[in-house]
């Protein structure tokens, strides 16, 4: 039997310590993975995703292809799965040692955005107006 179990009150870790200890004393072994902490929100990956969208067509709006950024070689557009393989994963893992998006709790995004956009800015003059929220979400999807 494998199942996942949330504690996140008192209760529920009572709950769990008597229902771990029946199943001990039922089947004497046991395996159990701790997780701490909240991964990101749906809504938060779906920022992730509309941010390098926005990203992506901004770089592609300047004339700034995979070549001029990453690759002097190929001509490549940018979409959003180049821009979040090639810009935001190394970004986030360098700063919250992640390397998946869905590993990040909740807030770290942020800190992967700032310093993404402020070297987009710096370096190469583009920028996306804002971190995209549910409103801009609700937006992109009724366009």
């Not at 938060?44 to 992506?56: K, Q």
């Not at 821009?83 to 190394?90: A, S």
């Not at 583009?126 to 992109?140: A, G, I, L, N, R």
Request: proline residues 3%; glycine residues 2%.
């Amino acid at each position: 039997m494998s199942e996942e179990i949330k504690i996140d009150s008192e209760l529920a870790l009572a709950e769990f310590v008597r229902d771990i200890r029946k199943q001990w004393y039922e089947t004497k072994y046991l395996k159990v993975k701790v997780t701490e902490g909240r991964t990101r929100t749906l809504t938060e990956n779906n920022c992730v995703h509309l941010f390098c969208e926005m990203l992506a067509d901004v770089l592609n709006a300047s004339g700034l292809d995979m070549r001029e950024v990453i690759r002097e070689d190929v001509n490549i557009p940018w979409d959003m799965p180049s821009v979040k393989k090639h810009l935001w994963k190394p970004i986030q893992k360098a700063v919250i040692d992640k390397a998946k998006t869905s590993e990040a709790d909740r807030g770290e995004y942020s800190k992967v955005y700032e310093i993404l956009a402020h070297h987009m800015a710096a370096k190469l003059g583009v920028t996306v107006p804002e971190w995209p929220s549910k409103e801009s979400q609700q937006k992109q999807s009724a366009a």
